[in-house]
């Protein structure tokens, strides 16, 4: 039996009839396919799911080896055991002992001490307009499938179904408590009645939902991410330096938007945290308060993230108290040097120590590639600094001679009609589309 655990974690499928002859495919080596993101989140979802196969009476034969589905364990030891219905309606998972054929004590469903200790806002306000909004909750929402996913949680398009408005929604596991969710909503709104940048992606309102944020927000047509491995990998083209420094002056105009205006840090500058539509470019997830950056971290997979500066892999090198500007104009650099480039800059990473090693303590990066112009090369290699103290900072960026010509690139160079000629070659080969695009709604 193949289970689809992304249709599954998505909630798209219904509640699996689980067999006694799944087992075996619990055991199968298969498993090693079972997203590590599932382990908690699982039974706070699907507690019927839980329920199912404790009423079939199977219980691992140790504590520490839990259920596959909900711990990523890949090969646990199952017996059966008895156990009496548990009521998940009017039942604690503490309120009552189970017990094994020996009577001692088993609890192998263990729930986080977060999701135990908050209520959910489960309402929220979406604001389309400066003259039209409507209270929500997530039934309001219409759900038309999964157009990302990442570390955070999934993106999924919905439509708002008494405005038709169609969003992406981006669901972030939070284990934030209920003072830090009404904060982080607090935030999320001064941002949403405030942007006058065309670089920002438009937030329409965020709510919580079974304890992750479900913040809502314009859709685009795809990731820069999603666009330049197309370009450069199923194009075999590369993308012009005109286009280079439209992205790299929107992408920075918006990054001193946010910190002039709001006193906010991005924290997490890549590709796919870059929008694009037929049109423009827009930089998103800038609203998520520290809070919730921070909680994110808790609940990620511990290992590499690629785009962090050295000060912030071997904090001993950092030379400013918290995060500065000049971290995310590192991250900046990677960027760029990747969709220039058409890859990543550096090797895989196979530990953390790798990464430390590489970044930390081996040789600075040094972009040179023939076809760009020096001033390009230096602007790349200038955000590349190992040494933040030497990193420029945004107004300085913005003032490059590389970004001198880009307010007017866009007159010039016609970069909306560019753009729509890379969607366009996306949208009509199915299979690149599939790869590379968020698929598109259809009304009919």
Same mark, same amino acid.
């Given at each position: 039996?193949?289970?689809?655990?992304?249709?599954?974690? *998505?909630?798209?499928?219904?509640?699996?009839?689980?067999?006694?002859?799944?087992?075996?495919?619990?055991?199968?080596?298969?498993?090693?396919?079972?997203?590590?993101?599932? &382990?908690?989140?699982?039974?706070? #979802?699907?507690?019927?799911?839980?329920?199912?196969?404790?009423?079939?009476?199977?219980?691992?034969?140790?504590?520490?080896?839990?259920?596959?589905?909900?711990?990523?364990?890949?090969?646990?030891?199952? /017996?059966?055991?008895?156990?009496?219905?548990?009521?998940?309606?009017?039942?604690?998972?503490?309120?009552?002992?189970?017990?094994?054929?020996?009577?001692?004590?088993?609890?192998?469903? #263990?729930?986080?001490?977060?999701?135990?200790?908050?209520?959910?806002?489960?309402?929220?306000?979406?604001?389309? *307009?400066? &003259?039209?909004? @409507?209270?929500? &909750?997530?039934? $309001?929402? %219409?759900?038309?499938?999964?157009?990302?996913?990442?570390?955070?949680? %999934?993106?999924? /398009?919905?439509?708002?179904?008494?405005?038709?408005?169609?969003?992406?929604?981006?669901?972030?596991?939070?284990?934030?408590?209920?003072?830090?969710?009404?904060?982080?909503?607090?935030?999320?709104?001064?941002?949403?009645?405030?942007?006058?940048? =065309?670089?920002?992606?438009?937030?329409?309102?965020?709510?919580?939902?079974?304890?992750?944020?479900?913040?809502?927000?314009?859709?685009?047509? +795809?990731?820069?991410?999603?666009?330049?491995?197309?370009?450069?990998?199923?194009?075999?083209?590369?993308?012009?330096?005109?286009?280079?420094?439209?992205?790299?002056?929107?992408? !920075?105009?918006?990054?001193?938007?946010?910190?002039?205006?709001?006193?906010?840090?991005?924290?997490?500058?890549?590709?796919?945290?870059?929008?694009?539509?037929? +049109?423009? !470019?827009?930089?998103?997830?800038?609203?998520?308060?520290?809070?919730?950056?921070?909680?994110?971290?808790?609940?990620?997979?511990?290992?590499?993230? =690629?785009?962090?500066? =050295?000060?912030?892999?071997?904090? +001993?090198?950092?030379?400013?108290?918290?995060?500065?500007?000049?971290? $995310?104009?590192?991250?900046?650099?990677?960027?760029?040097?990747? #969709?220039? &480039?058409? @890859?990543?800059?550096?090797?895989?990473?196979? *530990?953390?120590?790798?990464?430390?090693?590489?970044?930390?303590?081996?040789?600075?990066?040094?972009? /040179?590639?023939?076809?760009?112009?020096?001033?390009?090369?230096?602007?790349?290699?200038?955000? !590349?600094?190992?040494?933040?103290?030497?990193? =420029?900072?945004?107004?300085?960026? !913005?003032?490059?001679?590389?970004?001198?010509?880009?307010?007017?690139?866009?007159? %010039?160079?016609?970069?909306?009609?560019?753009?729509?000629?890379?969607?366009?070659?996306?949208?009509?080969?199915?299979?690149?589309?599939?790869?590379?695009?968020?698929?598109?709604?259809?009304?009919?």
């Amino acid at each position: 039996m193949k289970v689809l655990w992304r249709l599954f974690y *998505s909630k798209n499928i219904k509640k699996p009839k689980i067999l006694d002859s799944w087992l075996n495919y619990l055991e199968d080596d298969i498993n090693n396919e079972i997203p590590k993101t599932i &382990t908690y989140d699982t039974w706070r #979802i699907f507690p019927q799911f839980v329920e199912f196969i404790q009423l079939n009476g199977y219980q691992s034969y140790d504590d520490n080896e839990a259920w596959p589905c909900l711990f990523g364990v890949s090969r646990p030891l199952l /017996k059966p055991f008895e156990l009496k219905p548990f009521n998940f309606q009017t039942e604690s998972i503490t309120s009552r002992k189970k017990l094994n054929s020996n009577n001692e004590d088993i609890n192998p469903i #263990i729930r986080p001490d977060s999701s135990l200790n908050h209520r959910d806002l489960s309402t929220g306000e979406l604001r389309l *307009s400066n &003259t039209k909004s @409507y209270k929500f &909750t997530s039934n $309001d929402l %219409i759900d038309c499938g999964v157009i990302g996913e990442g570390n955070f949680g %999934i993106v999924c /398009k919905m439509i708002h179904d008494k405005s038709e408005t169609i969003m992406a929604v981006k669901r972030i596991r939070s284990t934030v408590d209920e003072r830090c969710q009404k904060q982080m909503i607090k935030e999320l709104d001064i941002v949403m009645r405030d942007n006058t940048c =065309p670089h920002i992606v438009q937030f329409y309102g965020a709510l919580f939902k079974e304890g992750d944020c479900w913040i809502c927000m314009e859709l685009m047509n +795809t990731s820069l991410d999603h666009f330049y491995k197309f370009v450069y990998h199923k194009l075999d083209q590369f993308i012009p330096e005109s286009i280079l420094a439209y992205i790299t002056f929107a992408t !920075l105009q918006a990054l001193d938007y946010i910190k002039s205006r709001w006193e906010i840090i991005h924290r997490d500058v890549k590709p796919s945290n870059i929008l694009v539509s037929r +049109t423009t !470019l827009k930089l998103c997830d800038f609203g998520i308060s520290g809070q919730l950056i921070d909680s994110i971290a808790k609940t990620r997979d511990a290992g590499c993230r =690629p785009y962090l500066p =050295p000060e912030r892999i071997d904090p +001993t090198r950092a030379t400013h108290d918290g995060y500065d500007v000049r971290s $995310d104009v590192w991250s900046l650099g990677i960027t760029l040097y990747e #969709i220039s &480039t058409g @890859y990543f800059p550096f090797r895989e990473w196979t *530990s953390v120590y790798d990464q430390l090693e590489q970044i930390v303590e081996g040789p600075s990066l040094e972009f /040179k590639i023939d076809r760009l112009s020096d001033d390009c090369k230096k602007f790349i290699n200038a955000c !590349l600094n190992k040494d933040e103290n030497l990193r =420029p900072k945004y107004k300085q960026l !913005l003032e490059h001679e590389f970004l001198q010509k880009a307010k007017e690139i866009q007159k %010039i160079e016609n970069v909306s009609g560019y753009l729509s000629h890379i969607i366009d070659g996306l949208e009509k080969n199915t299979d690149k589309f599939k790869l590379y695009y968020y698929l598109s709604y259809n009304s009919q």
